[in-house]
Structure formats: structure tokens, C-alpha cells
């Protein structure tokens, strides 16, 4: 039995309560959040212990484990204040709002030995998951392109002002959406190299971004496509899906299918045959042990409970996969400023460093002035 | 364990053996993205949903269990209008519309979702107690509000049940808020003269707590099918269940989104215990036809289930 604490009660911190909760090897301990009045109706009717800050929450109700799903902008104080103190968390996405952070926090954690989370719930859906199988296979050979996408209707109008619609806070389509797309990528198929052809435009919102467009490259020479609105009102909800081409074929992924098209058959694959194969969620999915919105939001639960439970921090969530999120990001944003940003590896980095210092000297231009904003200006 | 009064005066309705459900005319399909798409095309006008519901009809289908989504509405003033063209039908409405409530809970907070979809069309006396509920953190007002704000669009309709959706009833479960259930079902028995009905992917767990809150013999829909599709607990914990609590089970998700062929689906559900209803949605009526007549090998389809 683990205690668990959690900070931050919107959407997705209710969803976490409600799962942690409900979850036989936990005890949740305490809730934080800022709405005295949700919090007020929290205890009063179902008793649980609340405090308005986090620290008091740690010190009153010692949860070993810390859910945090605030607005992202506070996730690295909350972050480092519970590894700090030993404790392990699980962490919304994205981790922090700069590359730079998440590492330093990814390394806290692995000093200190803690197990850490973050809710890029796909890795846990089935049908993702497949993927990700088929691509470890070799199933579709060499991989040389992909396609990434998430679209839904999370701002149809102008008008709002919560966190979601600040940049500074970590709103936006970036943060909120496309991080689920570039997490399935660099899942998929690593970290890229660079990131080009950013651009962040604007529907409806006046602080941040409700489109995302970019093209990813890897050291591979495999490129990949990013398209990202959340002002798309003909999906229900949210809709992520990826297309993968190879030298052997393609795949395609959403939440409720996988389809492989194989061009030739694959050694220890032998229940996909040459030419199209369709698997379905309701075949892939392993069942759970209390569902609410979708099994991955159990399942990514689970998981991160066993891990606490059998202390072991390799997950496929944890923060260091994190961090190579948080860097396309940081990538994809100085690219949509029109600025040069360096590949994680440190040797690439140090060569571009030296490139760019080099062309400095020559006295040209490194930062091009047209930032790719365009919609809505 | 005690019941109100309002438990002894409302009188349990009959279900009917199959009911017929509204997923496929919103592009709700748990298999695939682009059924649902195409489902939400051919769906995109109301003549086409009216078409599919009158072929249901002719079929012997008398209840439509469906969610609260405004395409409902425009139904509803459909049916209102021509009253011995649709004599008989009834619906369940599956409260609330879930998705509104998500997608406006990203954009104003949860807070802010339900203050949304207060009403605010001048009920003085409504306003008046949700201001109120609000203020002094008295949740079940707020509740009571927000169910009579739903139920507005099946004014003068029958609607023997009325049902809290999964969504809701699996969220007030998992954080242990189980006293929503009780009112709930209090609300819609006083205001309605209607039975609660409560949605579920986790019938094991829910039997017990609604059986806690006092709510007897419940009606309940979850899904059961032979793959165990979304049954919590599996398939044997729910045969278990439903054998040793009193209620009024209404099974879904029959043929798992078409995972299962559908006489094999059918043939399995009808030996379950204590299931009294099949809720299936189709999009034409060769598919209607041939549910009913799955059904009615085993059950038959044009009785109700006996009153509780």
C-alpha cells in the first residue's frame, strides 16, 4: 500500500483521483489545489484530507508519492520540492516548460533513486503500444518517414482566459497537444536531430498557439510531419493518430486501430501477413481494473503504482523520456522564432556551437527576422 | 436499509427486452475513427437519424436510449409534434452529455464547466438556488439544477429512466463521492416520477456502493459481451455479481463494437444471469431486423421485463 498525495484538481487531476483512489495498493493521503471550494466539496463529501498548499500537504499528510497536475508553469517548483524530499511523482505533461529544467530534474531523480512518471498516457494504449512493437520488430524495415497528427475542440472561440491559453503557463497547442505527438515520435523513432518549417498560428487564441506545423529530421535521415490544431471542432475529441513508411511497408495508428501494411513477411511476426493487416483495440486491449475515461489512463496508473511498489525507475514514461519531449519542443519553439537551436546529443551540439560561432565571425545573419506566425495576426 | 418515501412511491417501470441506443448518430464507435466519422456524416441531418428511428420503430422498438446531445432535442420536437405517429415510444435519456462538460472543463475549469451549463434563461428561483448551492458548497443543488437543465428537451415525453452516464458514475465512484448517486436518484424520482438508472464499466464495484447508498434493486446498463470488452473485473466477476445482487441489468456494448459475431454475441448475453434488456444501436434496418430476431431466438422481444 502506497500513500499518495495529489496537486492540482482540473480535468485531469480529478481523472488521477479518481483512478488513484481507486486503485487497490493505494491510500490517497491528501489533495492540494487552489479552488477552496472544490476542495471544500472534496472533503465534506467523501472526507479526504485538503490543504491549499502542496508543502503543507507533504508535511501534514507524508504521501511516499506526489501526483502533480497543475498548470504546467508550476510543475518544476512542485517537481523539485518532492524529489527533494524522497518522494516519487508522477507528473502531467508536458514536465516543465524548458528542456533545460526537465533534465535537471530527470537527473534528480535518478541520483536520489526515485521512481518518476509523466502522463503521456498513448505509451499505455494498446493500439500505440503495438506500433511501437512492430517498429522494434523491424516489421516495416528501415522506417524513412512519419506523419504525426492531433486535432480537437479545445478553443472554438476567442474568448477564456485560463492557464491553457498563456504560453507563459505552458498553454497552447505546443504544450498541451503536440506534445502527445512528439512524444509517439520520439518513442518511435528517437530524438531528431533538428526541427524546421515551424510554424505556431493562431485560430482563435491571442496568447499562445491553436496550430502547429513542423518537419522533424533524424540522425537516421528519416523525416517526420508534425500537424497539430486544437481548434478543430469535427473531431469529438481529441484524435492523435500516426503514419509510419518504411522499406517494408507502413503503419497507421490511432487510439482504436492499427493497421500494417507488410510488404514482405517478417521474421517473428507471424500473425501479420504481406499486405494489410487491422488490429482493433477491443483485441489489443488488456482489460483493468476500474475504468473511466479510456483503459490507458488505468493502465498508466498501474504501472506507475508497480513501479513505486517494486522501486523500479526504468518505466517507459519516466522523466528522462520526458525530457526528450520537452527538447523538440524547446526545439520547435526557437524554430517558429526563427532561431537555430542545437541537437540534444553534446557532440552535436558542440559542432553546431562551433559552426555557428564560425559563421558569427564570417559576420552573417543568424537569426532570420520572420517568425512563422501567421494565422490570426 | 432505509428507503425514503419517494423510494415506495415511485413504481418500477417494465423494460423492454431491447432498447434501442443513439451512439451511431454521433460518430461514437469504439473500433474505428472512420466508421464514426462516417457514421457522423450520414448522421449530419436529422431526416437521416428520423429515418433510422422510424425503421426501428416499425420494427417493434419502443424506447430510445440516448444522451442528451442537442440532435436530441431536434428529435424530440420531431416526436412532440406528431404524437400517434410515434405512439408508445419512450426514451431514456443518459445525462450528462459528457463531452460538452470535458471539453468546456479544459477551456473554464471544472468550476467554471458547471457554472456554464447553469441555467441562466431567467428561472429566478433556479438561479436563486444555484447561487446559493454554490456558495455554501451544497453540491446536491447544484446537481439537481444541472439534471433539470438536461432534462428540458424531453419536456412532455415520456421518460420512464433516466440515467446517470458512465462517465459520471464512474468518476463519483472512483473518488468515493457515492452520495451523488443517492441524490440523483432522488431527484429524478421526485421531479420525474422517474426510475435512476446508472451506466457503468464497473458493475462489480458499483452493485456494492449503490447497494450502500441505499438504492434498491438499481437499474443498471453496462457492457457485457463474451470478450469481456471494458467489464471490469471480467467476465466471471460480472456472471458473479449479477447472480448475487438485486438488480435490473441492461446490457451494452453487446457485440463489442463488432468484435464478436453477432449470433454468438447474442447467444451469450441471453444465457447471462439477471440480464433483463439489450441496448444496441444500428444504422439501418437490415441490422435492426436481424438483432431482434438474434434476440428473439432466446427472449421474447416484444414483452417487457417483468415490473421489479
Sequence with gaps: MIKVGLVGLGKMGLSHYAIFNAHPDVEVVGLCDSSGFLLDILHKYTGVATFSRADELIDSAKPESLVISTPTGSHAVLVRDALSRNIDVFCEKPLTLTAEESAELSDLASERGLVTQVGYHNRFLATFGEVKRLLDAGAIGTVTHAMAEAYGPVVLKPAGSTWRKDRNQGGGALYDYAAHAINLLTWYMGEPGRVAGTSLGQVFSRQTEDQVASTLFFESGATAQLSVNWSDESARKMSTRVTIWGTNGRLYVDRQECHAYLRNPVAGLDEYQPGWNVRYTTDLTPPVWYYLRGEEYSSQVDGFVKAVMSRDTSGPNSFGAAVSTDRVIAMMSADARGERVAAAPERVRRRRRWVLRARSFQGRALRPTSPSRSLGQ | MSSSPSDQLASAPTIDRVLFGDNQFFGVNHMSEEKARAQAMRFGDLSAIVEVIDAAYEEGLRTLMCTTHDRIGELCEHIRAQPSRYEGFRFYPGMPYAHKYANAATEDGVVGAIRRFLPSDGLFDAAMRGGRSLATKDIDGVTTLLI?????????????????????????????????????????????????????????????????????????????????????????????????????????????????????????????????????????????????????????????TSAA
Excluded at chain 2, 459520471?168 to 431527484?187: E, K, Q
Excluded at chain 2, 443498471?220 to 471480467?234: D, E, L, P, T, W
Excluded at chain 2, 456472471?239 to 449470433?263: F, Q
Design chain 2, 148 to 304: 433539470d437543465a438536461e432534462m428540458k428537451m424531453f419536456e412532455g415525453l415520456p421518460t420512464p429512466v433516466v440515467f446517470l452516464q458512465n462517465v459520471v458514475v464512474d468518476l463519483l465512484l472512483g473518488l468515493g463521492f457515492t452520495s451523488a448517486f443517492r441524490t440523483f436518484s432522488d431527484h429524478v424520482r421526485a421531479r420525474y416520477g422517474a426510475e435512476p438508472g446508472f451506466i457503468t464499466m464497473n458493475l462489480p464495484a458499483l452493485l456494492v456502493e449503490l447497494e450502500k447508498a441505499g438504492i434498491e434493486n438499481p437499474i443498471v446498463c453496462a457492457n457485457v459481451n463474451k470478450i469481456g470488452f471494458r467489464m471490469c473485473g471480467g467476465a466471471g466477476e460480472y456472471d458473479r455479481v449479477l447472480r448475487s445482487h438485486e438488480c435490473r441489468a441492461i446490457a451494452m456494448s453487446v457485440y463489442a463494437s463488432g468484435a464478436i459475431p453477432a449470433a454468438e454475441a447474442i447467444e451469450w448475453v441471453c444465457g447471462m444471469p439477471n440480464v433483463e434488456s439489450i441496448l444496441f444501436g444500428a444504422s439501418s434496418r437490415s441490422n435492426i431486423r436481424s438483432t431482434m430476431e438474434l434476440v428473439g431466438r432466446y427472449w421474447d422481444v416484444n414483452g417487457a
